[in-house]
């Protein structure tokens, strides 16, 4: 797996970004407000790793058919994963079992959208992983809040969210191991794949969480700085 370890090394970036909003969370729980601006923040980066490099990506295979069948397999793994997850916390009830599990779900599909990136070109790959860094640094610093809120102790609030971050490394060797070389159709698809699990994420988890609270202006201008951020960092690269 000659191409596995260079991604894994960029892997630890969003994992380092996972522990550091657990460690934040776990001493001092951020404000709704806060929040709900660093999820505006990441779904602009999210959504312009999709329409800064995935997409002129597929779109320059000129091949329909990889672009449908790939956003279609996209689409329907994110609701069946929304499903299970969902009946996971319901059969956990009140603990915090189905919040774990959920979590490492989301962590997982992370892991293999990083793989998917570096399989398009170092350059997509590096885009996503910062994009995926700052939603990784949400999640982590969601966890812990909810852990530290249902009065679990700190070493446990930490230690559980590091255990997560496996759940990232193991996507990444995955989707770097099985998707290293592909090449026409199938990297069209797979790309495909990771535009349509990337935009569930953007409209399904991240900007549907940060509405729970009332916006501001500040709140709002979050989502086209991160956009822009990433267009800035991509002509940099």
Excluded at 154 to 163: H, K, M
């Amino acid at each position: 797996m000659p191409n596995v370890l260079p991604i894994l090394e960029f892997t630890l970036i969003p994992v380092a970004a996972t522990l550091l909003g657990g460690v934040w969370a776990t001493f001092r729980v951020p404000s709704a407000l806060t929040r709900s601006a660093f999820q505006h923040l990441a779904a602009g980066v999210v959504m312009a790793a999709v329409a800064g490099e995935l997409l002129p990506e597929i779109t320059a295979q000129h091949r329909p058919s990889g672009l449908i069948l790939g956003f279609a397999l996209g689409v329907v793994v994110m609701l069946v994963l929304r499903q299970f997850t969902e009946r996971l916390e319901e059969r956990a009830g009140s603990g915090n079992l189905g919040l774990i599990a959920a979590v490492g779900l989301d962590t997982f599909i992370d892991g293999l959208l990083i793989g998917v990136g570096f399989a398009a070109g170092p350059t997509v790959g590096v885009l996503l992983v910062v994009a995926l860094t700052l939603e990784l640094l949400f999640l982590g610093l969601s966890v812990a809040a909810e852990l530290a809120q249902s009065g679990a102790s700190r070493g446990r609030t930490i230690g559980t969210v590091a255990g997560l971050t496996l759940a990232l490394l193991v996507g990444a060797t995955l989707g770097g191991s099985l998707l290293s070389g592909v090449q026409d159709f199938t990297l069209e698809v797979v790309m495909a794949f990771g535009a349509a699990a990337l935009l569930y994420l953007v409209t399904e988890e991240l900007l549907v969480e940060a509405h729970e609270v009332r916006e501001t202006a500040l709140i709002t201008a979050m989502f086209p700085l991160g956009f822009l951020t990433l267009l800035v960092i991509e002509q940099l690269v």
